[in-house]
């Protein structure tokens, strides 16, 4: 969709507001946003870290010093969406402003605070390819 159609949206900046537009309010995808990110947090619970109510998480009791490396392999859309969530970011925004390459890296860490008892998602590099650029290999501008 063209800059000039989804900006005039209203809501559509907001990180839960956008959901409200007709455009997406009549359609499955907050439903199916919301059961990617109930599964997220279902995953991020079993590393040790619970989403509270300010949309950051908890560090659960024996995780603190938790230094575990996670690689989850997904699709344009659902890594996305994914980023939207734990940035607490409006979906299309998100959408419609980063672009992921095929085989590309995006990295994040959970960084804690208050003596270790909360964190929030912190990305260091969104669809880094340098791998493939090392590796003499086309990078894919499928999904643009």
């Known amino acids: 969709m063209a800059p000039e159609l989804w900006t005039k949206i209203p809501g559509v900046f907001d990180p839960k507001a956008w959901r409200e537009a007709d455009l997406y309010k009549e359609s499955e995808i907050p439903q199916y946003y ?61 959408w ?7 085989s590309s890296v995006t990295t994040i860490f959970m960084e804690h605070h208050t003596d270790e008892h909360s964190a929030n998602a912190r990305v260091v590099s969104v669809g880094d390819t340098s791998h493939l650029y090392g590796g003499g290999e086309p990078v894919s501008a499928s999904g643009l």
């Open 34 to 94: 919301d059961t990617v990110c109930a599964g997220f947090d279902a995953l991020l619970e079993e590393w040790g870290y619970r989403r509270n109510e300010t949309g950051y998480y908890d560090v659960l009791p024996g995780h603190e010093n938790r230094k575990d490396t996670v690689c989850l392999f997904c699709h344009l859309g659902l890594g996305n969406a994914l980023l939207s969530h734990v940035l607490q970011a409006s979906l299309p925004l998100i």
């Open 96 to 102: 419609h402003s980063l672009f992921l390459p095929t």
